[in-house]
């Protein structure tokens, strides 16, 4: 079959034995539509499908592939930690390594508990602030996204004092009852959530810089007050920083913003490309956990050898001198060009950027919370998404995700990928 579509081929074969053809629905296409292409091999800032066809890769597995694909001294550890063994189930040294060097990037954390995915650590320093407190009430903010765990798949009640309703089937009501969810980067409402439920709350957990509404930061007054509140209520103040942590920063959104909170979540970077996450903070409450206090967690797989190597070995490298520095001027680059190419088809859109993470949207203004992001144009997008795809330009396939750039990429591939979007922009209708 010389000339056939193999993406179409695997995806049909997917749906029948895989809900949705896919493990994670972003992938499925279904915001943007077409068919999910099939990634056969990746090496440096590229992926090809499929189909063979090779795309500049923006999305970096979501993150992680902050050095690019195969960086041969990540390669290197993790062919040598195969073949010592796969998996133990008893502790090693490499995972001492691995949570001493976090705490030395991370100085808001004295102690740290290795998992094996995002969600899985969120909702671990949720459990871990609710038997720290003695409470259970919980602020999270719209447009963040904390993992699958029920307590957090929640939209926002029909007023301030009432709390979350459940967005997933399967997540009963009452699981999310202690739920309240605000609006980002609105200082009034979040007073006046401290002033009604103040002595209940057991923690407020934000993406300061926010990636899964698209790229959207937390504005310096409003996560200053975000720390004063919760200082001032004796709740824990807690940093997601699965997708900004080693991203925006060697020190995370928290070094960017000079906030300290009470717990930090962490993923992706960390684990190299490979299923490992974290969570921490100060001594005292992290002794909270079994097996010395009450808090109970456990994982069979948490602070794997193969995935602490390649964490290890990736931390090694973003911490070598002048790597941030270059990573984001790599990332400016891109993002004024984008910016410049619409202006100059006088299309609407503004962008922004920190370390290797960026986002950009189809409006003049840029926005400070979800419901404004809504107001993207779609029809717009989508077709900017398809046009890049064909031009062999991979991005996010859904305006909500932020983009990330990696240290592979060169001077070449952001020159291409703004040309391609430049064409994009040139063909669309105006505004």
């Known amino acids: 079959m010389p000339n056939a579509d193999h993406n179409e081929i695997l995806f049909e074969r997917a749906r029948a034995v895989i809900p949705g053809g896919v493990n994670s629905p972003v992938r499925a296409f279904k915001a943007v539509g077409g068919t999910p292409r099939f990634i056969r091999r990746a090496e440096g800032a590229y992926f090809w499908d499929a189909n063979d066809k090779r795309y500049i890769d923006y999305i ?21 930690a195969v073949l010592e063994g796969f998996s133990y189930g008893a502790p090693t040294e490499r995972e001492i390594e691995l949570a001493e060097a976090i705490l030395a990037l991370v100085p808001s954390m004295e102690m740290v508990r290795l998992v094996s995915s995002g969600t899985e650590a969120a909702m671990s320093a949720l459990r871990l602030a609710r038997g720290a407190t003695g409470r259970k009430h919980i602020i999270k903010f719209e ?5 699958h765990a029920d307590a957090l798949l929640v939209k926002a009640g029909s007023g301030l004092a009432t709390f979350g309703h459940p967005t997933s089937a399967g997540v009963p009501p009452e699981v999310t009852q202690h739920t309240l969810v605000l609006e980002y980067n609105n200082i009034a ?32 007054e409003f996560a200053a007050r ?8 004796g709740a824990l103040l807690v940093f997601d920083e699965v997708m900004s942590g080693f991203r925006v920063g060697l020190h995370g959104a928290q070094g960017v913003l000079g906030i300290t ?171």
């Open 60 to 80: 970096g597995s979501w993150g992680p592939m902050i050095l690019g694909h195969g960086h041969p001294a990540v390669v290197e550890a993790v062919q040598k």
């Open 261 to 431: 909170p009470d717990l930090t979540v962490l993923g992706k970077v960390i684990g190299g490309g490979m299923p490992l996450a974290a969570f921490g903070g100060p001594r005292a409450i992290m002794e909270q956990l079994a097996p010395l206090g009450p808090v109970y967690q456990a994982g069979t797989l948490s602070g794997n050898p193969v995935a602490t190597a390649c964490g290890l070995a990736t931390l090694k490298e973003i911490a070598r001198p002048g790597f941030y520095e270059a990573l984001s001027k790599k990332t400016r680059t891109l993002v004024e060009g984008l910016k410049a190419a619409a202006a100059a088809e006088g299309q609407p859109f503004n962008a922004d950027s920190e370390g290797g993470m960026f986002g950009f949207f189809l409006m003049d203004e840029l926005p400070q919370n979800y419901t404004t992001v809504m107001t993207t144009d779609n029809a717009k997008f989508n077709a900017l998404f398809h046009g890049l795809l064909d031009r062999g330009v991979y991005i996010a396939p859904a305006l909500y995700e932020a983009g990330f750039v990696s240290a592979a990429h060169s001077d070449d591939d952001i020159a291409a990928t703004i040309e391609a979007a430049r064409q994009i922009f040139k063909a669309l209708p105006p505004r």
């Open 226 to 233: 975000c720390r004063a509140l919760c200082t001032q209520h």
């Open 143 to 147: 447009g963040c996204y904390h993992g």
């Open 189 to 220: 409402q979040l007073e006046e959530a401290f002033a009604l439920h103040g002595n209940d709350i057991a923690c407020l957990m934000i993406e300061a810089i926010a990636g899964n509404m698209n790229f959207v930061r937390a504005t310096p």
